[in-house]
T-cell receptor, first 113, second 113 residues
């Protein structure tokens, strides 16, 4: 069965420090990969996506992610976090022609001063 | 800008009541989705629809039904609400343009007492 794993439920990071959120998927072929962010009380906003081509993708708000086929991973990074980056982050994969998503459980990011 | 709206941000219902959650999108998208979001479980797909009057079960359809009479509107119905349906409900849509990017509404936090 297809699955998406976000190993870190909760991450605390200092403002200005770097951030990396991990995502691993289990699927036979290369799926379409997405990272979404959910600020408190809000819906989900797309940060970035990967379909094919360059394995390092740039997104909004200074985020980037790298697809590594050999590790079935799609990790999200930001070089220097801002207090406004405190939110919950979801990795998602789309594996069928309907575009249905399988989501990870999410990683809650707390930013300290 | 794609806009996905949900009829209520917060809803409190009693056990056994019939509950309607409404979702409207303004981008003429073919595909629409209902998810529930619970802490530690991420988003789980309840139902999706790929056309008017067409629907498919997702991963957790039990206790729910849906209706799509018009392309822009997708309703989630709890026939007889139960306390274990207390959750955040998110609606999403995407077009058949091959990108599979889903656009999310702000969510409805439903409490069943």
């Amino acid at each position: 069965a297809q699955s998406v794993t976000q190993p870190d439920i909760h991450i605390t990071v200092s403002e200005g420090a770097s951030l990396e959120l991990r995502c691993n998927y289990s699927y036979g072929a290369t799926p379409y990969l997405f990272w979404y962010v959910q600020s408190p009380g809000q819906g989900l906003q797309l940060l970035l996506k990967y379909f094919s081509g360059d394995t390092l993708v740039q997104g909004i708000k200074g985020f980037e992610a790298e697809f590594k086929r050999s590790q079935s991973s799609f990790n999200l990074r930001k070089p220097s976090v801002h207090w406004s980056d405190a939110a919950e982050y979801f990795c998602a994969v789309s594996t069928d022609s309907w575009g249905k998503f399988q989501f990870g459980a999410g990683t809650q990011v707390v930013v300290t001063p | 800008d794609v806009k996905v709206t949900q009829s209520s941000r917060y809803l409190v219902k009693r056990t056994g009541e019939k509950v309607f959650l409404e979702c409207v999108q303004d981008m003429d998208h073919e595909n629409m989705f209902w998810y529930r979001q619970d802490p530690g479980l991420g988003l789980r797909l309840i139902y999706f629809s790929y056309d008017v009057k067409m629907k498919e079960k997702g991963d957790i359809p039990e206790g729910y039904s849906v209706s799509r009479e018009k392309k822009e509107r997708f309703s989630l119905i709890l026939e007889s609400a139960s306390t274990n349906q207390t959750s955040m409900y998110l609606c999403a849509s995407h077009g058949q343009d091959g990108t599979y990017e889903q656009y999310f509404g702000p969510g409805t936090r439903l409490t069943v007492t």
